[in-house]
């Protein structure tokens, strides 16, 4: 009896070894990565989100690349002449740049990808309004002729902010701008592999063997892209202790947005690092609706910088002082365009004086202020809760309205009186490189209905974001930016509510991790067996 | 028998017709733009208006409709708005993983409760229907994802049986199959086990008090024909009920598991797509899931007829 029950002991035992050898992760060249989102769409000129451009980066090249100094180096381009009048810039191309069907990358290619990335981008479209022509001169050689001196070429062409020019065959290329592309061709370091995408689980790359990357080191965006991974897989779990789990366990080897608190964990995990790529961050922002009491008032609108603690948000939105830093600064700090011109309420914030431009604005305090609050948004719902708390605190009536975040971005384009689904104010967040600048998206539009939701009306500061792109050097660009700054404290454009950054926590068989001002890249990434 | 099944099919069509206008018109009056999701967050009213004349969704109310009813009843379910596949193929991909988590939940909870209700109902009292009792409690106290969470940190971690996360096809082999499902199956199967176990308890132990049971006896039927044959037979309404409603419940906790373990799974497909306002994929999918609660509600109710000559509707 005894010896039978050895003998299903020794049973259970081996299957269990067997059941464990056959779970063992699959090491090599195959790098797992768990990402922030699911890929959405596949045109980086559809779409704004950061997951999509991640995958324009992993499948797609550009003219330039921005590297870790803010500075745009050449990419795609072999070499570029500026005319002496600088009106017109001819690009040449480098030798032996190929699509991932083997086919060369032509300036034809090229000039049909700017024109699509034009028609869509905020920066492309400035562009466009100076732009004479786009000229092909030969196979490799194309010109960009404008009507006066821009100073902003080279910056479009590597910006990191969406939409980024990103080149496609020309066949693709031809789509119009605001329909999807179903061709998913690049001349990136990796190709996408569409036959095993499934959405909302896993997106796949394999290395291209064609790509050939520059010689200079990898620096940020720039530099050279070399795709040391035969395959990536982009595995979509949304539950972080799944995620964890799944790290801890082996199954994956690249996790970007683990939350804050589960950093003790990792930090202390065996065979497991944590890192952090994003430099710049990203920046939360307090929106009004300008065109409805009381925030129809410039002086209202000054009251709410009166009344932010960027310190109160931080601590809701991220809650750790290692990842978060307080800035004074429409554009965000730690790029070139920092600056506190005209913000000194953001750094000595004062309710009582909120208090009395509320008054001064002849605001009915008994009359409710509708906040949009969506709760399933993790950095917008703690904003709004802060906010809120504060106008209570100086004795404002606040209507809360809760909803998801897909209904508030239907609501925020309501116009109407509150009584009638219209809004005062609502919260929002973005990369740190679209508003890095005062172009590079239309964060700091005011032309009224037909730019940012919110509505702000204001020519002069659009004649200054004008004037920013057309002047040249970065010292000059600083300049016009503090007036931007404080034209846009004057007019209580958005209220800027701080920034933060995150980790990505990996395997430490992960090597060769870059820094960039933005989302991670993966060349230059490698894995040991 | 042939008569009132068809008649019962018959009355699915109608059904199915007020669910699909139903699940239209939810959608198109519940706020939420698509155009706007996939405008992202800078864009200006112009590129949301141009998004939106591209998806056809600045058309009347009943002319989107048409053109969906269309297509729907020409056998296609139309097209992802953000990810360009066809729903169908979209469904089609993840169709497998969660029949099977269904599947395998059913036939494990079925195999487990059964006989242990019956056992338990028919030795009402005894240590293994208390044990039973207290097992109820806990399958029913603890959250399904709990209970996945443990089972991952014990199972997957420390004894390195099962993978963390993700779902292995059938036809890469039966036992990579298993070894991705089980957990899942343990997990949400747990929950419907207790149930059934409890109802199947219920109803037998009521049928052992009846006057046949006792005819049964004193006829000499040994104990475990009388339960089996008798006992359990005349208690199978009940259970095939709660069987039913098992699996409607189903497809709500399949959404959970498939977010605990990470299989890529119909649940999920329909939760990322209400949270952007994918209408095609919403659409499609609950279409689907009505026609599955439909068909089981089909098979339950044949099943009545064919366990009681009585039942006629």
Known sequence: MLSHVKGIRRTLLASAFLLAGLGTAVAGPTLRFVPHADLQALDPMGSTADIVKMHGFMIYDTLYGLDANFVPQPQMVKTMTPSDDRKTYRFTLRDGLKWHDGQPVTAEDCVASLKRWAA?????????????????????????????????????LSKVASNI???????????????????????????????????????????????VPRSEPASAFAGGKVAKLDRVEWLIIRDQQTALSALLGGEIDLWENPS?????????????????????????????????????????????FWL??????????????????????????????????????????????????????GWDFSKPIVVLDPTDETIAHPATVVTVQAMRDIGLKVDVQAMDWATMLKRRNSREPTSNGGWNILHS????????????????????????????????????????????????????????????????????????????????????????????????????? | MLAFIAKRMLAVIPVMAVVSIVVFLLLRLSPGDPALVIAGENADAEAVQRIRVALGLDQPLLTQFLVWLRTMLSGDLGTSIFTNLPVADLILQRVEPTLSLALATMIF??????????????????????????VSVVGFSVPAFVLGYCMIYVFSLQLGWAPVQGFTSISKGFLPFLRTIALPTVTLGLAYMVL???????????????????????????????????????????ILTVIGIGVALLISGVVVIETVFNIPGVGRLV???????????????????????????????????????????
């Open chain 1, 260 to 304: 804050l608190d589960l950093l003790p964990v990792l930090k202390t995990a065996p065979g497991i690092a944590t890192s952090v790529i994003n430099q710049t961050g990203k920046q939360a922002q307090l929106y009004f609706n300008h065109v409805i009491p009381p925030f129809d008032n410039p002086k209202a609108r000054q009251a709410m």
């Open chain 1, 429 to 529: 967040y973005t990369g740190g490189q679209v508003v890095s600048t005062p172009v590079w998206s239309i964060a700091f539009s005011g032309a009224c209905e037909k730019g940012l939701f919110g509505w702000p009306c204001d020519q002069t500061l659009e004649d200054l974001r004008l004037k920013w792109a057309l002047v040249d050097g970065v010292e000059a660009k600083k300049a016009v930016a503090a007036e931007v700054s404080k034209r846009a404290f004057e007019t209580g454009h958005h209220v800027p509510l701080g920034q933060w950054t995150s980790y990505v926590a990996h395997s430490a068989k992960v090597s060769g991790l870059i820094a960039t001002q933005d989302v991670p890249v993966f060349w230059n990434l490698g894995k040991a067996d």
């Open chain 1, 165 to 211: 020019p990103f080149m496609m065959p020309k066949r693709v290329a031809e789509t119009d701008p605001f329909k999807e592309i179903q061709d998913y061709t690049g001349s990136g370091p990796y190709r996408f592999v569409r036959k095993d995408w499934v959405p909302g689980n896993k997106v796949v790359y394999e290395k291209f063997a064609g790509y």
């Open chain 2, 109 to 134: 909870a079925i195999l487990v409760a059964v006989p242990l209700g019956t056992v338990a109902g028919a030795t009402a009292g005894s240590w293994l229907d208390r044990t039973l009792m207290v």
């Open chain 1, 120 to 156: 869509r981008d905020a920066a492309g479209q400035l562009m466009n309004r100076v732009l004479a022509e786009m000229k092909v001169v030969d196979d490799k050689t194309f010109e960009l002729i404008f009507k006066e001196p821009y100073g902003l070429v080279l910056e479009s």
């Open chain 2, 196 to 238: 059934i176990a409890r109802i199947t308890r219920a109803s037998v132990l009521e049928m052992m008090g009846e006057d046949f049971i006792r005819t049964a006896r004193a006829k000499g039927v040994v104990e475990r024909l009388v339960v089996t044959h008798h006992a359990l037979r005349n208690a199978a309404i009940p």
């Open chain 1, 308 to 361: 932010t603690k960027q310190k109160a948000y931080l601590q809701a939105i991220n809650g750790n002082p290692e990842f978060y830093r307080t800035c004074a600064s429409f554009f965000i700090c730690g790029t070139p365009m920092e600056t506190e011109a005209g913000l000194e309420a953001l750094k000595a914030p004062d309710p009582e004086k909120a208090k009395a431009l509320f008054k001064e604005a």
């Open chain 2, 271 to 313: 939760v990322d797509a209400i949270l952007k306002r994918d209408y095609p994929v919403i659409q499609g999918v609950i279409l689907l899931f009505s026609a599955v609660y439909v068909l089981i509600n089909l098979t339950i109710d044949i099943g009545y007829a064919l366990l009681d000559p009585r039942v006629r509707y």
